[in-house]
């Protein structure tokens, strides 16, 4: 009996040492973290007044479109900024901008004096003169040869402020209107002999269309200083010095990287002209 059991004994002690281990499990390797989300561009909110063709415009599905509205894009683009668009009536612009409704104005406002007490702006990036456009049955010789003629023109705009300092006093009727585009919906319905305005949107806006066949530009190119400033810029409130370099540094990136004259070309190339101007 002590022989069998120091057998059995023996048999289990080797089965031990035989036993194979099984390995441990291996764990599974870490799942990579999430990258964190980009930060998203910071909002430039860009007052326009969409009643300026080919400058600032709606397209059929109300969209805003235009010259201005492509800058404002670009420039937005170079400044890593995501441009918000608020329409404004064009002579409420400037209290708007400094009530803090929106950021800058990029709407064809023209830099002049009267304007620069009231609010900052960037180096110019158009300059176009306006003109004056009559029917074609008018003779123009000066501003006494249509003396009782009616003119109609943008509220608060620089045509305005030169309708009322030379026309006015000539005995020219001058009508302000609240957007330009009634302006000419008043002459198409014959309430109005002409207007002054700014030379490439009358053209593109007007004069190209069928409503301007039986009218044309008459007189010199209108660019005074004292009525029409020195090129449009935008505004901005005073005291934004850092924007205004980033947006002065913007404007000189477009035009230096060929993004200006694309613009340019795809709203004026018809027109054979820069309307960066002088």
Known sequence: MKKLLLTLAAASLLAACGKKEEPAPVAAPAAPAASAPAPEAAVLKVAIDPTYEPFTFKTADGKPTGFDVD????????????????????DSMIPGLN???????????????????????????????????????????????????????????TQEKYAMGDLKPAGVVVNSYEAQDQVYLDIK??????????????????LSKPEGTNYTLVGPDLKDPKYFGYGAG?????GEDKLKGELNEAIKAIRANGSYKTLNDKYFAKYNIDVYGE
């Open 71 to 90: 800058i404002a894009t670009a420039l937005c683009e170079q400044m890593k900024r995501k441009c918000e668009f608020v329409e404004q009536v064009w």
């Open 99 to 157: 009530a803090k409704k929106y950021d800058v104005i990029i709407s064809s406002m023209s830099i002049t004096d009267d304007r620069l007490k009231e609010v900052d702006f960037t180096d110019k990036y158009y300059n176009t003169p306006s003109r004056i456009v009559l029917k074609k049955s008018v003779k123009f010789t000066d501003a006494a040869s249509i003396k009782g003629k009616k003119i109609g023109v943008l509220k608060g705009s």
């Open 189 to 206: 319905s014959g309430r109005l002999d002409g207007t002054v305005a700014d030379f490439m949107e009358v053209t593109g806006g007007f």
């Open 234 to 238: 935008i505004a901005l409130r005073k």
